[in-house]
C-alpha cells in the first residue's frame, strides 16, 4: 500500500507536484487521507461510473443511484485513513460501501428492518485475493465482463436466482425462502451450488480467481 | 444442508490434539461459508463465521476462494452513462463544507470558550484521562474485581474446574489462581484510540469492563475466542457520550482460558481492543516460576 508522498503541499502546489490522473488509487487514497480533496475528484472521475452502474442496478432509479455515489465517495473521504491500513483495492472498498447504502435504500423502502451489519466478507478476507488490477477495474474496461455475464448464464435460474436476490435485493437466505415460497433447506442447497457452479465456471473461464 | 464438506483436502488443525472443537467451526464455515460471503446468513451466524476467520487462516482460505463472486457480481452491473455532472459537484461542495467547519472547529478549539463543546476522543483527551481519571476507576475497578472474587472462596475447586474445562494442564507453580487481577488492553491498530482494563477472577467466569476513547458514535461489542475454540458474542457496550463504558461482563468459561478477547465496532472487520487472558496468566506463570512476582 502506497505511503503519503513525503512533501505534502496545498492548492497550485499540490496540482503542480502531482499528476493526479497517473497516480494509482491506493496513492490517491494516501493523499485523499491527507485531506486533499484533488485526490477525491480524480477518484471520483476514475470510479464513478461504475458505482453509478452499480447503485442503480440496485435501487432501479437513476435519482436514488446518484444520492447513493454522492455518499459512497463521501464516506471513502472520511475513512480514507482507515483504508490505509490494508482494506484491499479502493474500488472493492468503495463498491463495498456503494452496497451497503443500496441495499440499506432498499430495505428501507419495503419497510424492512436496516441490516444490522456485520463485519463484510469481502472487506474482511480482501487483503487475501486483491490482486494489482481489481476484478471491478478490468470488468469496467470490458475484458471480463462478458465472461462474467457467460458464468452468470451458465448456472440455472433456480440457483442464481437465490444468489441474485441475497447480493442485489440484501435478502437472508430465509427472507429468500419467503418470498419464493420454498423451504429454507432448498434455498440453501441451491446457493451453494450456484455459488459453487458460479466459481468453478469462473475459474474455467480463467476469469482471474486470484 | 448437506454434511460438512471439506473444501480442501488437509486441514490444518488436523494434526492438533484439540482439533475436534475447531473442527465444529470449521464444518459450520464449510456449511455456510457461500452464503456468508453474499451475507445472506441470519446476523448471529454471520457474525460467528466472521469471528472465527480472524483466527483460523485455513477458513480464511475458504472463504477467500469465494470473496470474487460478490465482487463479480458487482462488476456485473449493466454500464449506465454516469451520473450527473452535478453530484460531482454536490460532493466537492460537501468535502469542502467538512474542510471549513473542521478548520474552524480547530480553531475554536484553542479558544478557553471550547472547553465545554463536545469532542471526539482525541490522542490528548486520552492522555488527559490516563493522568487524571484512570487511576481513580483503577481503585473503583479494584474495588469491584474484589467483589467479584468474593463470590466464591473454593480456590483449590476453582482450579480443579478450569483444569477440567481447558483440558491442559495448570501450573501456577503455588500462585493462588484466583487471585483477582487487571487485563489491560492492546491496541489492535495504530488508529485505535481506546484503552480498557477488564478486572476478573481468572478462574471466574465474570468480569468487570472499564473502557474509555471509545467513538461513541459507533456501537461497540465484546466477542471472545476460548481455547476449545468457540467463539462468541459476550456483549454489546454501552458507551456513553464521552466514549467510555463500564458494565459487568458475563463469559461462558472461566477468563483464562480465553484466547483473546476483543473490542469491535459492529461495523466494522478491525478489532479496536484486545485482552489476551490466557497469554498473560502463562506469561505470569513463567514470571512466577522465575522468580519474580507479577501477579
Known sequence: ?210 | MNGPERLTPEHPDDRNPRSASLDLECAFVDDNVEAFVLRALDLSDQQRIALHLRWCERCRAVAGGYTPIPRMLAASAPLADGPSPAVRDRLMARVAGEMASTRAADTTATTPAAEAAPRKPTASRITLWQRRILPAATAILTIAILLVSAWGIGLQGEIEDLRAQTDQPVTFSGQPLASPRLFTTKPACSNCMGVAQLGADPGKSTAVLMAWGLDPNQTHEVWCMHENGESNRVAVLDVNADGDAMQTLTFGRPIAGYLEIRIVKQNDATPELIFSPKHDMEEASNDISAGSSSM
Open chain 1, 1 to 210: 500500500m502506497s505511503t503519503v508522498p513525503q512533501s505534502i503541499t496545498t492548492g497550485h502546489e499540490q496540482d503542480q507536484a502531482h499528476r493526479y490522473p497517473d497516480l494509482e488509487d491506493a496513492a490517491l487514497v494516501a493523499l485523499m487521507a491527507a485531506q486533499d480533496p484533488k485526490a477525491l475528484e480524480t477518484l471520483y472521475e476514475r470510479h464513478a461510473r461504475i458505482v453509478f452502474s452499480f447503485a442503480l442496478r440496485i435501487v432501479g432509479d437513476p435519482a436514488s443511484a446518484e444520492e447513493i455515489v454522492q455518499e459512497a465517495f463521501f464516506r471513502s473521504w472520511q475513512q480514507a485513513t482507515r483504508f490505509t491500513e490494508g482494506r484491499g483495492t479502493y474500488v472493492t472498498w468503495l463498491l463495498s460501501i456503494t452496497h451497503n447504502l443500496a441495499i440499506d435504500e432498499i430495505r428501507k423502502r419495503q419497510r424492512r428492518p436496516q441490516r444490522a451489519d456485520s463485519a463484510d466478507p469481502v472487506l474482511l478476507l480482501a487483503n487475501l485475493n486483491d490482486p494489482g488490477l481489481s476484478v471491478e477495474d478490468r470488468a469496467v474496461q470490458g475484458s471480463w465482463r462478458e465472461e462474467i455475464e457467460a458464468a452468470l448464464r451458465a448456472i440455472p435460474d433456480a440457483q442464481r436466482e437465490p444468489i441474485e436476490l441475497a447480493y442485489f435485493s440484501g435478502l437472508t437466505q430465509r427472507e429468500i425462502a419467503d418470498h419464493l415460497g420454498e423451504p429454507l433447506g432448498t434455498i440453501k442447497t441451491r446457493m451453494r451450488l450456484g455459488m459453487r457452479k458460479l466459481r468453478e465456471t469462473l475459474e474455467q473461464r480463467e476469469v482471474g480467481l486470484t
